[in-house]
């Protein structure tokens, strides 16, 4: 009887801290910006951290910007329950450095890149409601992203990047905070096919609350540190199968590691179908994992390349999944 009540004790134990922690990563200040960018990410897994192929979006790693094709201007709106939003726009762009002399044409010509954007959610028609449970209002709430990225390709094989990043957010009336943050990234060819990246999130990323406008000399000033990031990702394209696949490994300061996948198969040139899984959490294998599918479709227009993308992703404890649906003109 005694081994029995050990072995509950024992068993609800580790449920319960099991629990705890992850809601407390749940929790953490920034959650919006780790969901994931537009919809290549995330019907990939959010693993493309050194997928260089197609479109690129430095979210995944900074040193990316390097790598694209041409001018990007990138869309998405994604559609979410509980009158949430997200949304992403982004420009991308490489230049190449040095003059063109036909006398260097086997050299290596340094590359730099270049990419803005901004990412945006926010919950609305939140009730606003006295003491007495009487409805007052509709509340709230946004958190915004804008960042600057800036890269070089310093020889045929290595690419180092940086994010600056400024957050914006407002949880209450007059309560809102700003912080700048950085991500900073490396990725290293080892051939045309072999592809593997690091890169660090959210340095020096925080919010401070300041509650004195509302609450005068009662309000409180807190400050909430966003959880630093550590990747390392892996990118491999399988050509004779048109195929490429990616992976990644992420830690954070508060403990987790977290496992992804993703590949993305082209039926033709112009359309691809992808598919991952998000959100492998080795430290606590109790928490639902995130599949995630979809397809670019790309048609040209004159010197304009198109590409529309659609993305599904799985979202517990939710009333509905997530659909993202990206635009990306090439130019």
């Keep these: 009887m005694?081994?029995?009540?050990?072995l509950y004790v024992v068993f609800f134990s580790v449920a319960i801290f099991a629990q705890e922690q992850f809601n407390r990563i749940a929790s953490l200040p920034g959650a919006f910006s780790r969901m994931g960018?537009?919809?290549k990410g995330k019907a990939m897994g959010n693993s493309i951290g050194a997928v260089i192929n197609g479109n690129v979006d430095v979210y995944y790693n900074p040193?990316?910007?390097?790598?694209q094709e041409g001018n990007s201007f990138h869309s998405a709106y994604t559609f979410l329950s509980l009158d949430r939003k997200l949304n992403f726009i982004s420009f991308t762009r490489r230049f190449e450095l040095g003059k063109n002399d036909s006398l260097r044409k086997n050299k290596f010509k340094p590359t730099a890149g270049l990419s803005i954007g901004l990412i945006n959610s926010g919950v609305s028609n939140i009730d606003e409601r006295d003491n007495q449970g009487f409805k007052m209002g509709n509340l709230s709430i946004f958190e915004n992203q804008f960042f600057l990225n800036i890269a070089l390709k310093i020889s045929n094989k290595l690419s180092f990047g940086i994010n600056a990043k400024f957050y914006y957010s407002k949880i209450y009336k007059d309560m809102t905070s700003t912080t700048l943050g950085f991500d900073i990234g490396a990725l290293y060819k080892f051939n045309d096919d072999l592809n593997v990246a690091v890169s660090i999130k959210d340095l020096n990323s925080k919010y401070k609350w300041d509650s004195s406008k509302l609450y005068g000399l009662e309000g409180i000033t807190k400050e909430e540190q966003f959880p630093l990031l550590k990747r390392v990702s892996v990118a491999y394209n399988l050509r004779d199968l048109n195929?490429?696949?990616?992976?990644?490994?992420?830690?954070?300061?508060?403990g987790t590691n977290i496992l992804r996948f993703g590949a993305e198969y082209f039926i033709y040139k112009s359309l691809s179908l992808r598919g991952g899984v998000d959100y492998i959490n080795l430290s606590n294998l109790d928490t639902p994992i995130r599949p995630?599918?979809?397809f670019e479709y790309s048609y040209p227009?004159?010197?304009i390349?198109?590409?529309?993308?659609?993305?599904?992703?799985?979202?517990?404890?939710s009333e509905f999944d997530q659909h993202i649906i990206g635009?990306?003109?090439i130019f």
């Excluded at 005694?2 to 050990?6: S, V």
């Excluded at 040193?63 to 790598?67: D, E, N, P, R």
């Excluded at 195929?243 to 300061?253: D, H, K, Q, R, Y």
């Design 63 to 67: 040193a990316l910007s390097v790598f």
């Design 301 to 303: 227009i004159s010197s």
């Design 327 to 329: 635009l990306n003109l």
């Design 2 to 6: 005694r081994k029995i009540i050990l």
């Design 292 to 294: 995630a599918f979809g």
């Design 37 to 39: 960018f537009a919809a």
């Design 243 to 254: 195929l490429i696949t990616s992976a990644e490994i992420e830690s954070s300061s508060y």
């Design 305 to 317: 390349k198109i590409n529309f993308e659609y993305a599904f992703s799985f979202e517990p404890y």
